[in-house]
């Protein structure tokens, strides 16, 4: 039988033991524990096929024979093959072998299994399992049918972990991480410019902030012997010419960018990784490596004891990615520093976001972030932002743009890896965009369905039904009065409740002892009577949820007994009840 399942890493995961391992090795482990006698690992470049070979002969020793199909080499007839996609998906080696030939296939970075290369190859063979490996499983693109990497897995996540529960486990290497404000005042268009001008690249790759950011790295410093570090930057010719200038200072740079060849970054990796006293008249050390993107997956340079970021936050995943590159452990590394350079970026609130790891986008968990984010970080790794970057962080979040953007990748996100559409219960279970944000966009979820999926929901609901929806969206989603909460659950299962049994509830379930002041307000507030000004309350008069309060009971309107026919209706009220529940006891 056929099996796919993935495995998830939200951060790339390396030691699994003293010696600094990762998803190869977990892979390893879970090759030998299952016992498969054939085993295809396929990666996207033949420097990771190399690599994972060498890594899987520290598990397997002689006890199964290894080959590579790629970068030269043709070992068809190995126990475990290790063969890149580019190679492999090509007939005249793909049909050297049969369909069942393997027992079990590995997918490394499995996020770009639904490239036509990997789906050829997947679609091919028929082992028992195929397994997929991932730091990234959202980056997809959205334009594209059949991107959704869940979905190709079956929806079977055999093991997923976030940046918090990996250093809590103390898996990963500390960090320490500043950020800092930059000197340089360019903005996101002018970086994003493909012609940008003379003043412009002045600003970036100036004397002046060349200076600044050799005075910061060198202040805090970094874990061993001698700095390896990596530069992040915005552009190729931002990289390029910073590396110029810092090898005219004393350092030894390099820019790799995606024109680089396999043995040029291998090359490249082995010159930052090595010690001063390994250096041949071939091979000399590397203080740092700049580039823009080519270092963000598939790269396992243990050794990284500095990452710098000259660029703008554009996303939490790719700002992980980044940081990840130095939270490998490796001998004599005690730490890696992460030196964050801050402009005046649209963004800059996604920092506190990807570090935090809460997708909420709640302002005001954003800003407590920022004034204590030591406080949510486990074990040794501290997060520091100075006076001005703090202010900087503060101002993008006073004017967060595009939330309706990032409430729909969420959106996205949660629909493919649950494969159905998501209500507001799921993104608060699955720690996404805080359903109080949406309403906030929105006003109901339902306008926020009609918006995201047109026809599937546009006319489900009546205008009486959705004045329901936005009022209680408005009034009791948050959970500050979860007494409001159960009597609205009970009148959904029944007609009429006993006010003994709402307090007896209370007081078990969530230590409450309600009075009838508590029970009248509730009322009210069941009523419509929850505003603060008339025209509110007119709009509101015909909310009809509940009728005033009889002898020790409650009685639902018969208008909102009629409304509940509607499974959508009596969907969305049980989704904002469920957030709502769930939001009071956390």
């Known amino acids: ?97 049969r369909k069942d030939e393997f027992d079990c296939i590995i997918l490394d970075e499995a996020h770009h299994s639904s490239a036509e290369t990997y789906k050829k190859v997947m679609n091919y063979f028929t082992p028992q399992l195929f397994l997929g490996m991932t730091a990234t499983p959202d980056k997809r693109d959205d334009d594209v049918e059949e991107r959704n990497i869940y979905e190709i897995f079956n929806y079977q996540i055999a093991y997923e972990i976030r940046l918090k529960q990996a250093m809590e486990e103390d898996i990963l290497c500390p960090f320490h991480y500043f950020g800092i404000s930059d000197v340089s005042v360019v903005d996101e268009k002018q970086l994003k410019s493909k012609k940008m001008t003379d003043r412009d690249f002045t600003m970036l790759t100036g004397d002046e902030r060349v200076r600044h950011i050799i005075e910061q790295a060198e202040y805090y410093g970094y874990s061993g012997d001698r700095v390896k570090g990596l530069i992040f930057c915005s552009r190729i010719d931002e990289s390029e010419e910073l590396s110029r200038k810092f090898n005219a200072l004393g350092y030894r740079t390099i820019s790799l960018n995606g024109s680089a060849s396999e043995q040029e970054r291998a090359d490249a990796f082995e010159r930052l990784a090595m010690d001063e006293n390994d250096a041949t008249e071939k091979l000399q050390p ?10 963000n997956e598939g790269v396992d340079i243990v050794e990284v004891n500095q990452v710098i970021m000259l660029r703008p936050t554009e996303s939490p995943i790719v700002f992980i990615q980044q940081l990840g ?49 030591n406080t949510t970080i486990p074990g040794a790794s501290t997060v520091h ?25 969420s959106y996205k996100n949660l629909k493919n890896r649950l494969g159905r559409v998501p209500y507001l219960v799921d993104f608060y279970d699955n720690g996404e965009v805080d359903p109080l944000v949406i309403i906030r966009e929105y006003k109901t979820y339902q306008s926020f369905l009609e918006s995201e999926e047109k026809e599937a929901y546009i006319g489900r609901l009546q205008e009486d039904e959705l004045l329901v929806l936005e009022y209680l969206s408005k009034t009791v989603l948050s959970g500050v009065r979860p007494y409001e ?18 307090c007896t509830e209370m007081n078990v379930r969530y230590g409450v002892t309600l009075n009838m002041e508590s029970i009248k307000n509730a009322v009210d507030v069941l009523k419509g ?18 009728d005033d309060v009889k002898i020790n009971s409650l009685r639902r309107c018969a208008e909102f007994s009629k409304r509940l026919f509607n499974r959508e209706f009596r969907r969305q009220v049980n989704d904002i009840i469920e957030v709502g529940l769930r939001r009071s006891v956390k």
């Open 325 to 373: 590159r130095g939270l490998r452990k490796a001998e004599g590394k005690e730490y890696v520093v992460i030196l964050d350079f801050i402009g005046n970026y649209n963004n800059n609130f996604m920092i506190p976001v990807a570090l935090s790891g809460d997708r909420s986008y709640n302002p005001d968990i954003i800003r407590k972030y920022v004034i204590s984010g």
């Open 529 to 546: 009577h929850f505003v603060s000004k008339e025209e509110e309350l007119k709009k509101n008069s015909h909310i009809d949820i509940i």
């Open 385 to 409: 932002f100075d006076e001005i970057a703090k202010d900087k962080i503060f101002s993008s979040i006073d004017k967060i743009k595009g939330m309706k953007s990032i409430i729909k990748s």
């Open 286 to 295: 590397l203080d740092y490596i700049f580039s823009v993107e080519i270092l």
């Open 485 to 502: 909460l159960v009597i609205l659950k009970k009148l959904i299962i029944q007609d009429m409740i006993n006010l003994d049994d709402i």
């Open 1 to 97: 039988m056929l099996i796919n399942t993935i495995a998830l890493w939200k951060i790339p995961i390396t030691p699994l033991t003293r010696a600094g391992t990762g998803k190869t090795y977990a892979s390893a482990f879970a090759m030998r524990e299952l016992g498969y006698k054939r085993v295809l690992f396929l990666v996207h470049r033949g420097q990771l096929a190399r690599q994972t070979k060498k890594s899987y002969q520290k598990i397997f020793g002689k006890n199964v024979s290894m080959g590579l199909v790629g970068a030269g080499y043709n070992e068809y007839e190995a126990d475990y093959v290790f063969a890149t996609v580019q190679t492999l998906n090509r007939d005249e080696h793909l049909y050297n072998y």
